[in-house]
Each structure stands twice: as C-alpha cells, then as structure tokens.
C-alpha cells in the first residue's frame, strides 16, 4: 500500500541502512574495508567510555585486515586492556536489560548451535540503529567476511571436503529459511512502531549473513556474572577483538568481579611483548574446518586439524583387503567383537559413527581399538587390557594384540587415508603450483589453501603409521634371526 510505503520510507531517515558504507577495496587485505569509511578512534572510545587501554597498545593494519600491537617493550603479566561490563555487546543488553519481545522471538527460531545467528540479531539492530551506544564499535566492524557462506559457488566446490561442504551448505540453507521467516515476522510488525527491531528495515540473508559471521568471527563465550552465574554467554568485546589467533599467544582474557555483581573483562600480557609484536590471544584448540567456517581462515600445520570419517564396516573390509588381510569381517562382527565396538560407541544404541585420523594422534583411538579389536579372534588376548590401552597408540612398538595384528590394524589404517586421499579430486602437488600460479580470487586461495592442508595431515598419519610399521616388523625380524656370533 502507497501509505505504508510513504511510513516505511519515512521510518528509514530515523535508522541506518544495511547497505554498506562504499569503502574501497584494499587489494592487499580485502578483508580490510570497514562499514564506515572512516570510523572513530576505538581505542579512544573504550577509554571514553571507562575501559582501560594500555599506553603502548595500538592498532595497525596488517595482512588481517587489522590487528593490536605493541608500540613499544610491554613486561609479562601486564594489563593491556580491561572492559566495564557495559562495553560488551551481549544479546540481553540494552536499555531495560531485556531483548525486546519481536528480537527475542526470532532469536528463539534460531539452533543452538548456531548461536553467532542470535547475537547477529542483536548486532543488527544495533547497526540499524541512530544514536546506538556501540556504533563507534559497529563502525569498526568488517564490511566482509571470508567465511565460506560467501565464497561463490565454485569456491565452495573448491574445498573439495564432504564434512564441510555439509556445513556450509547447512548454515546456508538456515540463513535462506531464517530470512523467510524473519520476513514473515516482520510483515507482522508496523514499520514506524518502536518494536520494530531493526528500523522498519527488511533483512535479507546476505545482511543475516553478514552479523551471524561477525559474531562468530569475534565473539567470545564468557561468563555471563551476576545472575547469570557459571554459564557462558556470547558476547562481543570491542578493542579486545582486534587481537588475532595465534597457538602460541603473548595475551589471554582474564575475566574479573567487579562491584555489583559487575564482570570486569581484562587482557593480560602473558610472556613479554617486544615493540611492533603483535597481541595474538589463542582462539581455541580448533580444527581447520572451525577455523574456516568461523573465522574465514586457515591454520597453516594446525596442530589441531584432522579429518572425519564415517566408522562403516564395508569402508573397512574394502581398507583392510587393499592392506593384504585375507577375509576381513568387519561387516559381521563376532558378539564379543560387537560388545566391544558397542563400549567404543561405534556399535549399539545411538553410536557416534565419527572418527578421526590426524590431529594430536595420527588415529582416534576409538578407531584404532575397533580396528585392532576387528583383526584378531583371539578374544582372551583382547580381553586382557582395559579399553584405554587398546585404544593407545603411545609407544612406537606397542603392538597389545600382537605383531601380526598391529601391523595389520596400522596397514589397515594406512589404506583408509589412501581411500580419503583418494576422495580429493585434485593432488596436493597440483594444488601447489595452482596457487604459486596465482588464482584469481581470495576466496579460491583460501579453498586450496583448505584442501592442501587436509592432504598434508594425512599424509603425515601416513608416514608416523608406515614408520610405525616398519619398526614393528624389523623388532620382530630381529627376535626371529639368531644373534650373530
Ligand atoms: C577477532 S577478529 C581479529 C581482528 C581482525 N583481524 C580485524 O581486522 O578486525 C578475527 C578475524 O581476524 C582474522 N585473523 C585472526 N587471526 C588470524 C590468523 N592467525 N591468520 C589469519 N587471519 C586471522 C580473521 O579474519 C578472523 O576472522
């Protein structure tokens, strides 16, 4: 209708739009561009608003986009930053303490699992919103994100990963059903009223996309304090969040009790931080596919990464045939072999079918136990040892069920990474001269960069497996040949 049109027009001048600021594109660090083209000093902010802001931290840009540093030597154990509890942006703060009632509603649509989608709701009504107390933070915010959600079709295709296409393919059909129906809701609600959550503003999956991607690239779960006790609550820190990623960090947030129940958020220097290091603070000991899928990066040699497979017992007698073990029975396990595979999880009432290779073990352990377990008929040598030393690879000869059998469980393993090797349709050499070639986008890159880094973890399982197998069959060799005279 012409009238509502006019009122949602009109409505409009009183919020800020979700189309972005026109920043320009920085070639070096295309993730770069912030919403404003020129937003307000953050530090200065955080200092305005009661925070603390240590002398010598700054922010610059870098190959991130930007980041902290040190302007000059900080000694360990320094406070380098601390927050008032008004500065977090949490999904209950506002005004009354409460979310209003429509934003509450969507959030309740939304899986816990994709909880970044909830505090995005709140992000958005924040960025939509004149006079809102975090636009000089919102400003400084990304204007794009690198997470997979965005990469185009053929980019996605590109990371050449069942698990995480699965993923990817997930959080975008939630944003395109989410949209739906956050335009269902908002058909439901006057433009012009107050209880309009964003402004009288239509959202769409890509501006969706955009605050569920901020909140996950730079939110971080805290103690709620106060009456919210132990639980962890989502909360974006400004200042805090220009710290990047690193497994070996010089920075930690350390969370304090103020007076009335109040949370002080501080960060601490943890070793000694020379002039122009950056403060990296360890985001979490994550595989690459979080790292991706969250944050739009990937860890090159992430002691963390690993790949998933489904525990499936034709995928293993085919493994176990190609590693030379003449009838293999994994498809019809023994009772005792099935009881065994029931305690792993792998068998029996709401089993956990996924297992790893690579990461802090070459093989997950349950994996290695169902497989040592599955080559052996010998039940009273298995059942000998207690479920933890079955699943232990800790040693490099340790062979409990045997030689013969470990060697055959390790071959056995050793084929299952040929076979997920196998599923890459590109080879890791060809990846690499595709990208000492130059590609075309940052988003191509970041996908071989993905793909490369899956085929390296399991070609190194590989080759801890194949030494461990060595050693287990020259050990047995040298028992079997008489000492030399
Ligand atoms: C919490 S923010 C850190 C500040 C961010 N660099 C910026 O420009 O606003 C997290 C984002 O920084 C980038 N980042 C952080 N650590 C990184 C790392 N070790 N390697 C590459 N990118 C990183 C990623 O884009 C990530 O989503």
């Known amino acids: 209708m012409a009238a509502s049109k006019f009122v949602a027009a009109a409505s409009l001048t009183h919020c800020r739009p979700f189309t972005c600021a026109a920043a320009s594109a920085d070639a070096a660090s295309p993730y770069g561009s912030r919403l404003a083209p020129h937003p307000p000093d953050l530090i200065k902010w955080v200092k ?12 610059s840009r870098d190959a991130t986009g930007f980041g902290l540093f040190a302007s000059q030597p900080i000694p360990k154990g320094s406070q380098l930053i601390a927050l008032p509890d008004h500065i977090p942006l949490k999904f209950a703060s506002g005004g009354d303490g409460a979310a209003p009632s429509v934003l509450a509603n969507l959030a309740r649509h939304v899986p816990e699992e994709l909880w970044a989608m909830k505090l995005g709701l709140k992000l958005l009504q924040e960025r939509a919103q004149f006079g809102s107390f975090w636009w000089p933070y919102i400003s400084n915010l990304p204007e794009a994100y690198s997470v997979p959600i965005f990469f185009p079709g053929e980019d996605i295709k590109n990371l050449q990963y069942a698990p995480l ?30 209880d309009h959550p964003f402004g009288g503003q239509a959202v769409d999956a890509s501006s969706l996309g955009w605050a569920m ?7 971080f779960r805290l103690h709620g304090g106060g009456s919210h006790g132990d639980i ?32 002080l958020i501080n960060v601490v220097a943890e070793t000694a931080i020379e002039e122009d290091d950056p403060l990296v603070i360890n985001y979490g000991c994550l595989n690459n596919d979080l790292f991706l899928l969250d944050y739009g990066f990937v ?3 992430n002691p963390y990464d690993c790949i998933e497979l489904r525990f499936d017992g034709a995928l293993l007698d085919a493994a176990s045939t190609a590693a030379g073990v003449s009838s293999p029975s994994f498809s019809s396990p023994a009772p005792w072999q099935k009881e065994i595979l029931s305690q792993l999880k792998l068998d029996g009432e709401a089993p956990v079918l996924k297992v790893t290779i690579g990461g802090q073990e070459p093989v997950e352990g349950r994996l290695l136990a169902a497989v040592r377990v599955m080559l052996t008929s010998d039940r009273e040598m298995v059942e000998k040892h207690d479920l933890s030393t079955l699943m232990s690879l800790s040693s490099d000869s340790d062979a409990p069920l045997g030689t013969a059998t470990e060697v055959a469980a390790l071959r056995t393993v050793l084929a299952l990474c040929v076979i997920a090797l196998g599923h890459f349709p590109t080879k890791m050499m060809e990846d690499e001269l595709l990208l000492k070639k130059g590609v075309s986008s940052a988003t191509s890159e970041l996908a071989i960069q993905f793909r490369i880094q899956k085929k390296a973890l399991i070609i190194d399982a590989m080759r801890d497996l194949t030494k461990r197998v060595q050693l287990l069959l020259s050990k047995s060799k040298d028992m079997a040949s008489p000492p030399q005279e």
């Open 213 to 219: 991607s901020a909140v996950s690239s730079r939110a």
């Open 232 to 263: 962890d609550i989502p909360m974006m820190l400004p200042l805090i969040d220009m710290c990047n990623h690193s497994f070996n960090p010089n920075a930690r947030i350390v969370q304090e009790q103020g007076g009335n129940d109040d949370m």
């Open 48 to 59: 305005r608003e009661g925070g603390f802001v240590h002398q010598a931290v700054k922010i």
């Open 165 to 194: 296409l699965h993923q990817v393919n997930k959080r975008c059909r939630f944003l395109l059903e989410f949209e739906q129906l956050v335009k269902h809701v908002l058909d439901g609600v006057e433009t012009s009223s107050s």
């Open 299 to 301: 860890v090159p040699s």
